[in-house]
Nanobody, 115 residues
């Protein structure tokens, strides 16, 4: 079983920065991608940024140039969020997808950006 634990959310003013972290534990192998998704009230969960093992990152258009995803080993992924906007307010979820397409999710961390 795989567990994902996020940290780093909080309250920040518009224009500020936050760094989210996600650590995977358990039977972690055959990882295809790790990434971040978010969901705000009344909206569907959307992809923010993903990074393939040994590959390049992908970003949602709304965060390009402001957010950076990175991995420092096979089990940890970060999301550096700069120039935050009120529209970035959401619960951010860490995702791990295996090579066979199985998705694992963290419980989420709340990011609130005040105007």
């Amino acid at each position: 079983q795989v567990q994902l634990v996020e940290s780093g959310g909080g309250l920040v003013q518009a224009g500020g920065s936050l760094r989210l972290s996600c650590v995977a534990s358990g039977s972690v192998f055959s990882i295809n991608t790790m990434g971040w998704y978010r969901q705000s009230p009344g909206k569907q969960r959307e992809s923010v940024a993903t990074i393939r093992t040994g590959g390049s990152p992908n970003y949602a258009d709304s965060v390009k140039g402001r957010f950076t995803i990175s991995r420092d080993n096979a089990k940890t992924v970060y999301l550096q969020m700069n120039s935050l906007k009120p529209d970035d307010t959401a619960v951010y979820y860490c995702n791990l997808r295996t090579l066979v397409g199985t998705d694992y999710w963290g419980k989420g961390t709340l990011v609130t950006v005040s105007s």
